[in-house]
């Protein structure tokens, strides 16, 4: 008897110690498997959520799956948060983001770190996602490199782009490039370079009929960078790159982003959410270019000047 | 566990269900350990998918990535009996070479049906939630599967297949062709596989080059899940312990998933699911030798 009482005044005491709190709320994160680009975007969606006010353990529930590498259990975690009805879902990874989308159509998902949201069918386009889904694309900030590359060389009407077609990736980079350039008044010229060996070849081709290089996240172009960048420097055609790393090899300049800056960008999107508004109203965004590296040698061996705005923004000058 | 992460575990494990029936007719019925599944499971959600992007009916797709299953067990079949290659060996070569077919087949990692029409599309349409029709719809593949295959292992030529996974030399000297036995049911099985494989791609809306991964691991689990937990005896029996088993591994990833409640993270999931079976396995058998001691 006193046994059961001593139980009973237990559990009223753990439901008066817990606080009730009215508007608490819950954002279930899944990934796809442990790893550092991935765990990365993951506590950057956290960070955005803890600037917004969000304080988990007090008024927001994380609630945090991965898949161990198996989208099978992919499928059973997205099944086991639909179930739960958190007010938004953010799968992480192409897999666990079409896992969750199959499992639901009226919970709200921002999905992030998804290179090809439209072809992996997540949304039907990037501007109007509809329905109850929206996200983050971790492709490269391509409108971003185009306004960089007219504010370097402000004369540049024409971008060559040496790139291999038989790369999904690059294709797909290289169709946004062309819509880009388009919008802001430039032309792209194609240089195709099926392996390593006609990457020169591809970038001799486009002397005389570009005023600029764009070499996209290509494996094929990266690989055989050196001898891109020899004709570039002959010819004087500055070589500009998609991702930052080239930079430091020879390319003039580049603007990339950590996937921690992504997560913060996906959970600016995930408030926007708690507060209201409707997810599929929300276009799809590419992630933001927040780390500029500069190359002043390469540029002045390639005939430009890196105009001071440029430098003073450059979070990595190479060479100093 | 909510009802919808209920019935997703019951759907995912009847889609496995046929991946155990395969595992089953391998391991068990040929005694034949063939791993090829981990690459025939992701080459019918390739086709399947591929089949259906491009405008295919999704029947005709389920049926393409079953035959294209057949094909992989084939080709581990013919290493085995032909080359004489060890048959663990053969079904990994089969195995690791389906992931650059499945590549192949897709033409990039990963083909997405999200918004196309699936099997599954005309049940949506009847009244009754997502989250029944799947695991329903799926339910019925499962149930055929068993059916037919009970009745296919308890005919002449099923009877001889079962013969030589038992004692080939046996079956031999009873006048049995057991290379063209091996054959068949390595193909059948891995046919089974593929199925699977394009009944996950659609209810899930996507194939990935990467949705191979363990499932042989589960697969067997359930086959050995099924035998020690399901009491049902006899050739039927076994077939179904087969479905329940695999429903039953489901629901322990399910156990595992919600265990975060007791202190344990995101990572513990494969751990703690590995615990699960291994208690399922174990305590029916203790409490058995419990009552011997007793005696």
Redesign the interface.
């Given at each position: 008897m006193w046994k059961r009482q001593a139980i009973l005044a237990a559990m009223i005491g753990v439901a008066l110690s817990t606080p009730v709190l009215a508007q608490t709320k819950t954002v279930a994160i899944t990934a796809i498997v442990e790893h550092p680009a991935l765990d990365a975007t993951r506590d950057g969606v956290i960070d955005a959520l803890k600037a917004a006010g969000y304080t988990p353990g007090e008024n927001l529930k994380i609630e945090y799956q991965s898949a161990q590498g198996n989208p099978a259990t992919a499928a059973q975690i997205a099944r086991q948060f639909v179930g739960a009805r958190p007010d938004v879902i953010v799968p992480i990874s192409t897999p666990s983001a079409q896992a969750v989308v199959a499992a639901t159509r009226d919970i709200p998902v921002v999905f992030t770190a998804v290179t090809d949201p439209v072809s992996a069918q997540l949304v039907r386009s990037m501007d109007k996602p509809g329905a109850n889904v929206t996200g983050i694309s971790d492709m490269a900030p391509v409108g971003e490199h185009v306004a960089l590359i007219q504010e370097i060389v402000p004369s540049a009407k024409r971008l060559g782009v040496v790139f291999n077609p038989g790369e999904p990736n690059s294709v797909a980079m290289v169709n946004v490039l062309k819509e880009e350039a388009g919008k802001r008044g430039m032309t792209v010229v194609n240089a195709a370079a099926n392996k390593s060996a006609d990457v020169q070849t591809a970038a001799r081709s486009l002397v005389g009929k570009a005023d600029a290089i764009y070499v996209p996240l290509d494996n094929t172009v990266v690989s055989a960078l050196e001898g891109l960048l020899a004709v570039g420097a002959q010819a004087k055609l500055p070589v500009f790159s998609a991702d930052t790393d080239s930079v430091v090899r020879g390319t003039v300049a580049s603007l990339g982003f950590d996937y921690r800056q992504l997560g913060r960008q996906t959970g600016e999107v995930v408030v926007r959410v708690l507060k209201g508004e409707k997810a599929g109203d929300i276009p799809v965004a590419l992630a933001r270019g927040t780390d500029l590296f500069i190359n002043p040698k390469a540029a002045a061996a390639m005939g430009v000047t890196i105009p001071d705005a440029v430098a003073k923004r450059a979070t990595k000058t190479v060479g100093q | 566990?909510?009802?919808?992460?209920?019935?997703?575990?019951v759907?995912?494990g009847l889609v496995?269900a046929l991946v155990a029936l395969g595992v089953y007719l391998s391991f068990r019925v040929l005694d034949f350990p063939d791993l090829t599944v981990d690459g025939s499971f992701p080459l019918g959600a390739a086709v399947a998918a591929t089949w259906i992007v491009s405008g295919g009916n999704p029947w005709l797709g389920s049926l393409a990535a079953m035959l294209a299953g057949a094909g992989a067990g084939l080709v581990t079949a013919l290493l085995n009996v032909r080359f004489r290659i060890l048959h663990l060996l053969a079904s990994i070569l089969t195995m690791i070479a389906l992931f650059s077919i499945n590549l192949r087949v897709m033409?990039?990692p990963?083909v997405?049906?999200?918004?196309q029409d699936t099997v599954l599309t005309p049940f949506y349409g009847l009244g009754l939630p997502?989250?029944i029709v799947r695991p329903l719809a799926v339910g019925v593949v499962a149930l055929v599967a068993v059916a037919l295959l009970a009745w296919f292992l308890t005919s002449e030529f099923g009877l001889a297949m079962r013969a030589t996974g038992v004692n080939a030399r046996m079956a031999r000297a009873q006048g049995v062709e057991t290379d063209g036995h091996v054959y068949f049911g390595i193909a059948l099985s891995n046919a089974l596989v593929a199925l699977a494989g394009a009944l996950?791609a659609q209810?899930?809306?996507?194939a990935?080059v990467?949705?191979g991964?363990?499932t042989i691991v589960?697969g067997l689990a359930a086959v050995i899940v099924g035998e020690t937990l399901v009491p049902l005896r006899g050739l039927a029996g076994a077939l179904l312990g087969c479905v329940i088993g695999s429903i039953l591994y489901?629901l322990a990833?399910?156990l595992a998933?919600?265990a975060?409640v007791v202190g344990l993270e995101?990572?513990d999931?494969?751990l703690v699911t590995a615990v699960l079976v291994a208690v399922a396995l174990i305590l029916p058998r203790s409490r058995l030798r419990v009552a011997k001691v007793a005696k």
């Open positions: - | 566990m909510s009802d919808v992460a209920f019935f997703g575990a759907e995912i496995y033409g990039r990963n997405a049906i999200l918004m997502d989250h996950f209810t899930n809306g996507f990935d990467t949705t991964i363990g589960v489901r990833v399910q998933l919600s975060d995101a990572a999931l494969n």
